[in-house]
């Protein structure tokens, strides 16, 4: 079955830039559903959990030296802004190693190759084999909603958004501890620098949970979406149920005109 997905369209009419996962990726996942073997599907799937197992680890680690950075001796010395940029570190790190285990757990429930599309698709792979044998326009899938790889790409991408971004904040804090030092020499700490990590922090934990709902509430949007349209289609039935049917229909007519 031939089909072709554009992705990045799909991605700017779902009008999301920012959460742009890997073009060629996700179409190359979507060739796997539709037209791969079992054992690409399964590959996929072990692949996409072996992923969120190094993410999940990673995460950890970094949670792990952002917390070692927040308890040296020399920490009060310097700027607030340290404190702060290695407190965002920690919540990237924790939320990224949370949401690697929930990705991992969800993937690893997928018991058959019919459960693996069913996850990456939001709707089971009959249904969306029937589905897509009644556009024949790209662009009419995307207006239906058809967005299920893209937002699964999204939420399985997640965790090493995270991690990515712990990443950035820790090297950020790192360079701060080492300029600051030459342009403010020392600082009191009191009570409006300790204001100013916790605002950060709140930042930071805002940020981040508003990535993973976000990502939760416009699969759960599309996945409805799925719903509504596959109700509104005849029930499905592929070629080999229609020829059998066919054949049974044959089969009484013979039979009945010999009686």
Not at 57 to 80: G, I, R, Y
Not at 125 to 152: A, D, K, N
Not at 210 to 226: E, G, H
Request: net charge neutral.
């Amino acid at each position: 079955m031939a089909f072709k997905f554009d992705v990045t369209q799909a991605i700017k009419l779902r009008g999301l830039p920012w959460m742009q996962p890997d073009p060629q990726l996700a179409h190359k996942r979507l060739e796997v559903l539709l037209n791969g073997s079992e054992d690409e599907k399964t590959g996929l799937k072990k692949s996409q959990m072996d992923l969120c197992q190094f993410v999940g680890l990673t995460a950890a680690l970094f949670a792990s030296v952002a917390a070692t950075s927040l308890q040296s001796p020399s920490l009060p010395q310097t700027h607030w802004s340290v404190r702060a940029v290695w407190t965002v570190t920690m919540v990237f790190s924790v939320l990224s190693a949370f949401s690697a285990y929930f990705a991992f757990t969800a993937l690893s429930r997928l018991r058959s190759t019919g459960d693996i599309v069913g996850f990456y698709a939001g709707v089971p792979e009959h249904c969306l084999r029937r589905w897509l044998s009644e556009q024949t326009e790209t662009r009419r899938i995307y207006e239906l909603g058809f967005m299920g790889p893209v937002l699964i790409s999204d939420y399985l991408s997640l965790p090493g958004q995270l991690l990515n971004y712990s990443l950035i904040t820790y090297l950020l804090g790192l360079g701060l501890s080492c300029l600051l030092p030459f342009t403010v020499p020392s600082t009191s700490e009191g009570t409006d620098s300790d204001r100013n990590v916790f605002i950060f922090f709140i930042l930071g934990l805002g940020l981040s949970l508003s990535f993973i709902i976000l990502s939760r509430v416009f699969l759960s949007i599309n996945r409805t979406a799925y719903v509504k349209r596959l109700k509104q289609l005849p029930p499905f039935q592929d070629v080999e149920t229609l020829e059998a049917e066919g054949k049974r229909e044959e089969t009484w007519e013979v039979g009945r005109t010999n009686d």
